[in-house]
């Protein structure tokens, strides 16, 4: 185990000090603009993909293979009128479900997955290890292999073409991911706290709920907004579960563009797709403000 | 209460939960094919598909059958490989929408969960007196009728014919010998310079090697069964080997890029080639990209086999657990009977199998799609359908295109190639 | 300053015992758990197990799966090349691609944890990729990128190169996909973000007044009480490098070309299952992974012991 870090106590004397700072300031501006420069140049490098499907979401159908640089030549908002309203169903509609399953399925994950992280990370029961090592594993399944007998038994229970099969299960902690991710967010909080919540006569829930949770809030907005992404763009689970067009999701939406033996609506795509991503950056954005300094050493004092 | 007691009914009982989990799991999936409930129904599920134009032409006819019958649709689309994907879950829960589009690569595999159609064309409900008869024969597997021919299109050749004729060729491709077309397509190679070639590459194509045995009187599969020798495969693969050495086609980069790439930036489109392999409904679709004026051709005959044109049909089935099936094919009748839904869907999958319905539409198609239907007209005295596949059969697809690529890439010699794709297409299909 | 944690033996408050906190703590657990315990049981293991099942099978959806012992595994390591061949691949794809994409994760995480101006938006930019996640329009994003005739090429021929195709090429297209991965670094930069924001800042503060530099204080302070994290972030990302499906299967339009150098290996059991209908074989590739994933988690986890560092004193 790795040894817990020790501090110095020795005080270092006050001439040391004002050198050692006049060096560190010197230093800390030219390592800041050349960090700010570095990470601006990144960050543009990062973009530039996004920065052309913008781009070719303005461009006419014709000229999006025909020039590849950034700007369009003719600019038009064509594909995001025809893109709308594509195929007959408004994109809002798709919007909207998407909407629906994400808010749903972040809530379910939000709840369950913390719940079930406490358990795994701080109170102790039989077959731990056991119940730890099986959750463990349910994450390194292919899902592809686990989709028929997971449709059969959905279709049994009738839920097909319905959003239960989407929703149900990540309020049933079927995303081990974010318990994992929670058991060790949580290992990472002392113990004390937990203790002295104890010594003040306080029960497994209360401890969870009034010391442990406020605590856990980078890992629980690190869990909204992946859960937030990754439902947003699935794929795969509604192509299979929704078969009614109107109840499609975003991603189903975007791919009807798509075809590939014949004409796809490739700026029609390129415009619901930079559209889609606004909601995901506006909740991250906003997600954002809550991955705060942890104030774990209140709990201490 | 210790706690020693408690483990051992806790698992019995865990054992219990899981054994009450997954046997109804598997008693389900082995469970006999449900037969279909009543048969009419008021709503139709139907399932195809495609992208946005594909998606209005069949809301726009449903709703005019709608109107007229009172009969619903939901209409479940989603794009070709998407398709495969959610179908196969529906069979494993034997949930397949009413009506499903079909194509002779999988119909063998889903025969079982098909609905045998015979009794309604004895019967007359559905008509398809109009229809050339090899068009009925293809919708036979193993004495039953399965599949429902909506269009086809011939896999062949597209060419540039402004750019042929400017290349000094002004005859038809169509009688060219495969010596007179790879010598063209050298000629027009050199001719152009760099970053110009003849055609795009055919040999891995399963469809250009159907096209190819069926010259020779063979086919890919014949009455369920690999219709080949390695040596067949060896010969066409060298065809292609040959052309790209000699510069009239692509190198294994080229080809690739394109090949995974989007419909409309296809080698034929930027002027790379005068020659596109393709399906021949294709055409119109690129013809809006290219500059030039497109035109159809068959496959040229190698040595001295006949000239043939084979028939890929997209078809639609009824489920065996389906629903309103007397409904559903009332429904299908209309379809292909009624000259107003055939005006609105036009050739969207290609050549119909009626010649009257045929006919209808050549007045009415934009330019390009009149010189595609014209090219299907004229092939079909020489035109095969392609027949059902037998199970397994689509690895050939990708079986033949790693034999190319392996050839192109120079890691296997033609003859390894060949064997090896055999091999495995004999070990597959059994 | 954190000190090292004395033992503090329960006191007895009104009627409670260390037997029944342990025991409310137990039952409080099954509580806490029963959402998880539904989910599994009702909704995981039966396919989880019926999978295992069916790869002793040859089942091809429309039939019943009929029992073929350990065939299908035999297939798979002596009559099977292209098995290896996603093998390799996959495991390139990892063992080159996890490790960039999380030091680069990492050390852009460092560099944003400072309080800067305009942090947030700094976040959110280096974030975006990882949202275009598997989109279909990243296929088309990467070949304007990487084709013969992209942007990495036009920049290429302004200094002389002429580059080839970087996704038509078998040997450059994995490259093109390791790329994609370390692009798409957004993820456990923010997983390593929540984590140093979990960081008291006393415990920096009172290393300054000390005198510590930059590099200690990296190594002494953060690298340590960010260990459980780096250790989630690393076991998390070799799993999903494992089981990365949709990045081959969009850029390569499922078939895992050029020439299977883009063949992840979920993308060739989804080959064998979705495509081809071989649904017994597809289900023995599942489980052959699991047991390659849980053999390299087991090792993490072995492993973790000499460096990663719980504050909870376990």
Redesign the interface.
Same mark, same amino acid.
């Given at each position: 185990m790795a040894t817990i870090p020790e501090t110095v106590t020795r005080r270092a004397s006050a001439a040391d000090h004002g050198a050692a700072r006049r060096r560190r300031v010197r230093s800390t501006r030219f390592l800041r603009i050349l960090r700010i420069t570095l990470l601006t140049i990144l960050a543009l490098g990062m973009i530039y993909p996004l920065l052309w499907m913008l781009g070719a979401s303005f461009k006419p159908a014709d000229e999006i293979f025909a020039s590849p640089g950034l700007l369009p030549e003719t600019w038009t908002l064509d594909n995001y009128v025809k893109g709308w309203n594509g195929f007959g169903l408004s994109f809002g509609t798709f919007f909207a479900n998407s909407a629906i399953v994400t808010a749903l399925a972040v809530v379910g994950n939000l709840i369950a997955c913390t719940l079930a992280a406490y358990a795994f990370g701080r109170l102790e029961f039989r077959f731990k290890a056991m119940w730890f090592a099986l959750m463990l594993l349910t994450i390194m399944i292919p899902h592809h292999v686990v989709i028929v007998p997971q449709y059969v038994l959905f279709s049994e229970f009738g839920w097909i073409n319905t959003f239960l099969p989407l929703i149900v299960p990540k309020f049933l902690a079927t995303d081990a991911f974010f318990i994992f991710l929670m058991v060790q967010f949580l290992r990472s909080l002392p113990r004390e706290l937990d203790e002295a919540a104890e010594l003040d006569g306080a029960g497994p829930f209360r401890t969870f709920f009034s010391v442990i949770l406020p605590l856990l809030t980078p890992a629980l907005t690190t869990t909204a907004v992946f859960t937030f992404i990754w439902t947003w763009s699935d794929f795969f689970t509604p192509l299979i579960y929704l078969t009614d067009p109107s109840r499609y999701t975003v991603p189903l939406g975007l791919n009807a563009f798509l075809d590939a033996n014949g004409e796809s609506a490739w700026g029609s795509l390129f415009a619901m797709a930079t559209l889609s991503l606004g909601p995901v950056l506006g909740f991250f954005i906003v997600a954002q403000k809550y991955l705060v300094r942890g104030i774990a050493t209140t709990g201490l004092k | 209460m210790s706690l020693t007691s408690r483990p051992i009914s806790r698992r019995a009982v865990l054992a219990g939960g899981l054994a009450g989990i997954t046997l109804p799991w598997l008693l389900s999936a082995c469970a006999p094919e449900g037969t279909g409930a009543s048969s009419t129904a008021t709503s139709l599920r139907y399932a195809f598909w495609g992208g946005e134009s594909r998606i209005a032409k069949f809301a726009a006819i449903q709703d005019l059958y709608t109107k007229e019958f009172g009969v619903t649709f939901n209409r479940e689309f989603a794009e070709f490989f998407p398709y495969w994907e959610r179908f196969s879950t529906q069979i494993a829960a034997r949930s397949l929408p009413d009506i499903v589009s079909m194509t002779e690569q999988q119909v063998g595999e889903y025969a079982s969960q098909l609905e045998d159609l015979s009794p309604y064309i004895d019967s007359g409900k559905l008509d398809l007196s109009t229809w050339g008869q090899k068009y009925i024969d293809a919708g036979m597997v193993d004495g039953r009728f399965l599949q429902l021919f909506l269009g086809g299109t011939v896999p062949s050749f597209i060419y540039n014919k402004s750019a042929l004729d400017a290349a000094g060729h002004a005859d038809d491709p169509n009688e060219w010998s495969w010596e007179k077309f790879s010598d063209v397509c050298v000629e027009i190679a050199k001719a152009g310079g760099q970053d110009h070639w003849g055609t795009s590459d055919g040999g891995g194509t399963s469809q250009q090697f159907d096209t190819f045995l069926h010259q020779k009187g063979k086919g890919n599969f014949v009455d369920g069964e690999i219709g080949w020798t390695p040596a067949d495969l060896e010969e066409f693969l060298t065809l292609w080997a040959d052309l790209r050495d000699a510069g009239g086609a692509p190198p294994f980069e080229i080809t690739s890029e394109y090949s995974a790439g989007p419909f409309e930036d296809r080698e034929i489109v930027r002027g790379y080639t005068v020659f596109q392999v393709g399906n021949h409904n294709h055409m119109p679709g690129l013809q809006g990209y290219t500059d030039g004026t497109l035109y159809n051709m068959t496959v040229p005959v190698v040595g001295r086999g006949d000239r043939v044109a084979m028939n890929a049909g997209t078809y639609v089935s009824l489920a065996a657990t389906g629903t309103g099936k007397d409904t559903a094919v009332d429904y299908l009748n209309w379809f292909i009977n009624t000259d107003a839904a055939i005006e609105i869907f036009e050739a969207e999958y290609g050549g119909l199998p009626s010649a009257d319905a045929n006919d209808t539409l050549l007045p009415i198609v934009s330019d390009p799609a009149r010189r595609a239907l014209e090219f299907f007209k004229s092939v079909d005295e020489i035109a095969e359908v392609i027949p059902p596949w037998p199970p397994q059969a689509a690895q050939l697809l990708t079986l033949i295109q790693q034999a190319n690529e392996s050839v192109a890439l120079g890691r296997e010699s033609v003859e390894a190639a060949a064997q090896t794709c055999f091999e495995q297409l004999s070990a597959a299909v059994g | 300053?954190?000190s090292?944690?004395v033992a503090?033996p329960?006191?007895r408050?009104?009627g409670?015992s260390k037997k029944s906190?342990?025991r409310?703590?137990?039952r409080?657990?099954?509580l806490?758990?029963?959402?998880?315990f539904?989910?599994?049981?009702?909704?995981?293991?039966?396919?989880?197990?019926?999978?295992l099942?069916?790869s002793f099978t040859d089942y091809?959806?429309?039939?019943?799966?009929s029992f073929i012992g350990i065939d299908n595994y035999v297939r798979m390591f002596t009559a099977d090349p292209q098995f290896w061949d996603a093998l390799t691949v996959t495991a390139i794809y990892v063992f080159v691609g996890v490790p960039l994409q999380l030091v680069t994760a990492f050390l852009?995480a460092l560099?944003?944890d400072t309080g800067?101006r305009g942090l947030?938006i700094? @976040?959110?930019?280096?974030?975006?990729?990882?949202?275009? #996640? #598997?989109?279909?329009?990243?296929a088309?994003?990467?070949?304007?990128?990487f084709? @013969?005739?992209?942007?990495v090429n036009q920049v290429l021929a302004t200094v002389g190169i002429d580059g080839?195709?970087w996704?038509?090429?078998?040997d450059t297209a994995l490259g093109t996909l390791i790329l994609l991965l370390i692009?798409q670094f957004g993820?456990p930069m923010?997983?390593f973000?929540?984590?140093l924001?979990?960081?008291?800042?006393?415990?920096y503060e009172?290393?300054d007044?000390?005198?510590?530099g930059r590099l200690t204080k990296l190594f002494?302070?953060t690298l340590?009480?960010l260990?459980?994290?780096i250790?989630?972030n690393l076991?998390?990302q070799v799993?999903n490098a494992f089981?990365a499906?949709t990045p081959a299967y969009v850029?390569?339009?499922?078939?895992g070309?050029?020439?299977?150098s883009t063949l992840f290996y979920?993308l060739y059991?989804?080959?064998q299952?979705?495509?081809?209908?071989n649904?017994g074989y597809?289900?023995a590739?599942?489980w052959t992974?699991?047991v390659i994933?849980?053999g390299l988690?087991a090792v993490n986890f072995l492993a973790s012991? @000499?460096?990663?560092?719980?504050?909870?004193?376990?």
């Open positions: - | - | 300053m954190v090292t944690p503090i329960p006191t408050g009104v409670s906190t342990n409310r703590r137990g409080a657990a099954y806490f758990l029963l959402p998880w539904l989910g599994f049981f009702v909704i995981v293991l039966g396919p989880l197990l019926a999978s099942v069916l091809r959806l429309i039939s019943e799966p852009l560099a944003l800067m947030s700094y @976040r959110a930019v280096f974030y975006l990729p990882s949202l275009l #996640g #598997g989109s279909v329009a990243v088309l994003l990467w070949r304007q990128l084709g @013969r005739d992209g942007v080839p195709s996704i038509a090429n078998p692009w993820s923010i997983i973000l929540a984590g924001r979990q960081i008291p800042r006393e415990l009172a290393a007044v000390d005198g510590a002494k302070i340590p009480l260990s459980p994290i250790f989630f076991v998390l799993i089981q499906f850029v390569s339009g499922g078939s070309g050029p020439a299977d979920t059991l989804y080959q299952g979705f495509r081809y209908l649904m597809a289900s590739l599942a992974l699991v994933i849980a988690t012991r @000499r460096w990663v560092f719980y504050g909870d004193n376990s």
